[in-house]
């Protein structure tokens, strides 16, 4: 029995806020992890240098605009963090395309200290995530063609997670695949993969 429009409706927004809120979460975890001691953390949250400082605070904004997505009022300031984000991506994007530097990697670490073992330069898989949520925000919740490009993105993040799953379980190298393969760390996975669920059930 098809439960009723308004019950569904309220359901499919809960999800899109609790998905907004656990990414929102994770990217203040990476963050975090970056400033302060969190090796107590370690058997529950491995390797949260995995993902840059910059990949953390981007995630962090595409929880946000999700979350302000989800209410009437708050949805101009999402569309703000869609441009955001989409500028932010391509200019990430831009550097490892054309070799140059425009010193956005180490801009929220500051004097902290870099572990010999990470990278401050943010993935590529998390970069073009970025530029397609948002992209996706400032479709959504427009007109009827917006919100189809919006689901559409969402659609294609979703791929995105799928084929690099599929790559990381064949041992696929992404030195020798760049794309589709491209590097992912796990949070980075799993945060894309809430974003383009919570981004469908908000739509």
């Not at 063609?145 to 379980?169: D, E, F, K, P």
């Amino acid at each position: 029995m098809a439960l009723p429009v308004p019950r569904a409706a309220r359901i499919a927004l809960g999800l899109a806020r609790l998905c907004a809120l656990v990414v929102c979460a994770l990217g203040a975890l990476v963050l975090a992890s970056w400033y302060f001691d969190l090796s107590p953390f370690d058997p529950l949250f491995p390797n949260l240098h995995s993902m840059a400082p910059n990949a953390g605070a981007g995630v962090f904004a595409a929880g946000l605009g999700l979350l302000c997505l989800t209410y009437r009022s708050l949805r101009p300031i999402a569309w703000l963090i869609g441009c955001a984000l989409v500028l932010f991506g391509t200019a990430t994007v831009a550097q490892d395309l054309f070799r140059f530097d425009l010193g956005i990697d180490r801009v929220l670490l500051g004097t902290a200290t870099v572990p010999a073992d990470a990278s401050t330069r943010m993935a590529p898989g998390i970069a073009g995530s970025l530029i397609m949520f948002g992209l996706a925000l400032l479709c959504a919740k427009g007109d009827r063609l917006g919100s189809a490009i919006s689901q559409v993105l969402a659609i294609a993040m979703l791929a995105q997670v799928l084929t690099v799953l599929t790559g990381n379980a064949y041992g696929v190298s992404t030195a020798d695949f760049p794309f589709p393969f491209t590097s992912m760390s796990a949070y980075g996975l799993l945060s894309v993969l809430l974003l383009a669920i919570g981004l469908l059930a908000a739509s």
